[in-house]
């Protein structure tokens, strides 16, 4: 959970502000009230191109992250190891870099 909330932080972090901002200030009805902004969160992070290439990329260390939290459901801690793994997995990952037509035909320098 906390390695993907890292993730989520880094590449989607103004949706994650908006809602947290929303479930602080309603504490009575967020489910209801804050609904759009968790579901704003769950749109950025399935459309982000760079956590699409994480997902892909380390579903292996993610999957034996998944496996050890289903394993220690009572000793979370038990499954730093697999964390530090994921997280290590995640920062490797370069985004696919396509040159936009100005970088691809710089304007000439005036």
């Known amino acids: 959970m906390q390695a993907a909330l890292e993730i989520t932080a880094r590449y989607c972090g103004r949706e994650l502000e908006q809602y947290g901002q929303c479930v602080a200030a309603k504490p009575e009805s967020w489910q209801r009230d804050c609904h759009h902004l968790k579901m704003s969160i769950a749109q950025c992070t399935s459309a982000h191109p760079i956590i699409r290439q994480i997902r892909q990329a380390c579903s292996e260390p993610f999957k034996a992250f998944e496996e050890c939290l289903r394993q220690n459901e009572a000793a979370m801690g038990n499954c730093a190891e697999h964390v530090r793994r994921f997280l290590q997995c995640a920062e490797q990952v370069q985004p696919?870099?396509?040159?936009?037509?100005?970088?691809?035909?710089?304007?000439?320098?005036s």
């Open 96 to 109: 696919t870099h396509r040159p936009s037509t100005l970088e691809a035909h710089p304007l000439p320098a």
